[in-house]
């Protein structure tokens, strides 16, 4: 069965600080993997979008790493700020039917 | 930027009422999808949309869904009559590689 784990639920980190979310997925056929950033009650926005071949990937303060034997991506974010308070979602694409992780709550406290 | 729109940004209604939920998708868009998002749970799939047909759709998109391309700009999603259970926030996408969002609509079936 398709899926997409996410890990932590939830994490707390003071502004400035530095942190790493996870995702794990078993989807197949594997065609791209994002990161969306979601805003309490808004539209996700994409972060990421990387492909079978691609390890990492750069938005501004965003990296997302991507290991394809494993089935493994990390979204690190550094230098945090309040504004990054959202949900991190993992999000990978078999084709476009795309299968969602629940995402990781961040909360940037100053 | 363009953007995805959506209206309304919230609807109530009863329970066994019809709703349409309008999206305008990025002009050059080419492929067209709605998502739904029930409170504490994960985005899911729905329906993609191309060339002016369904190409692809999920479990959930029963005959109670159905969507259309009225005019060339519009992207609606009907429901024809709705349950407790289709409360949630829907979103629209549009793509043409990168998959971008609408803000959603939040539907409430009382």
């Known amino acids: 069965k398709n899926q997409v784990e996410q890990s932590p639920q939830s994490l707390i980190i003071l502004e400035g600080k530095n942190c790493t979310l996870q995702c794990n997925y078993t989807v197949s056929p594997f065609s791209n993997l994002r990161w969306y950033k979601q805003d309490t009650g808004r539209g996700p926005v994409s972060l990421t979008i990387?492909?079978?071949s691609e390890n990492t990937k750069s938005n501004g303060r965003y990296t997302a790493t991507l290991d394809a034997d494993t089935k493994q991506s990390s979204l690190h974010i550094t230098a945090s700020q309040l504004s990054d308070s959202a949900s991190y979602i993992c999000?990978?694409?078999?084709?476009?039917?795309?299968?969602w992780g629940l995402g990781t709550s961040l909360a940037v406290n100053p | 930027e363009p953007e995805v729109t959506q209206t309304p940004s919230h609807q109530v209604t009863q329970m066994g009422q019809e709703v349409i939920l309008r999206c305008v998708p990025i002009s050059n868009h080419l492929y067209f999808y709605w998502y739904r998002q029930i409170l504490g749970q994960k985005v899911e799939f729905l329906v993609s949309?191309?060339?002016?047909?369904?190409?692809?759709k999920s479990e959930i998109f029963d005959d109670q869904f159905s969507v259309e391309r009225p005019d060339g700009s519009n992207f609606t999603l009907k429901i024809r009559s709705t349950k407790l259970e289709d409360s949630a926030m829907y979103f629209c996408?549009?793509?043409?590689?990168?998959?971008?969002f609408g803000p959603g609509t939040r539907l409430t079936v009382t």
């Open positions: 990387m492909t079978f």
């Open positions: 999000v990978v694409g078999p084709g476009r039917k795309l299968i």
């Open positions: 996408a549009s793509s043409a590689g990168t998959t971008s």
């Open positions: 949309f191309y060339n002016n047909e369904i190409s692809e």
